[in-house]
């Protein structure tokens, strides 16, 4: 018996690829920029996901070159789309 449902985002990849599908439906600022906030609070209070989630899926999509993650953290940009497929 299991007292606590399964987290849908505790794999990074998953969270990864949905943070990429919630990327592509942003209109971004200068430059391709996404702001974080846009991206964050679906994320995590729309989908009810955890912070750490969000992190490791960030990352995730950092290291598989989906996403770059501006190093002030406050914007996120697009690399490739195909990521949320």
């Known amino acids: 018996m299991k007292l606590t ?8 990849d998953a969270a990864a690829r949905k943070l990429v599908e919630i990327a592509t439906s ?12 846009k991206i964050n609070a679906p994320f995590l209070y729309t989908l009810k996901a955890s912070g750490p989630e969000f992190g490791e899926g960030i990352k995730h999509a950092v290291e598989r070159g ?5 190093e002030s ?3 996120v940009r697009i690399l490739k789309t195909e ?3």
């Open 5 to 12: 449902a399964e987290r849908p985002f505790a794999n990074p």
């Open 66 to 70: 989906w996403l770059e993650l501006h």
């Open 26 to 37: 942003i209109e971004p600022v200068q430059d391709g920029r996404i702001h974080i906030e």
């Open 73 to 75: 953290g406050t914007f």
């Open 83 to 85: 990521a949320a497929n």
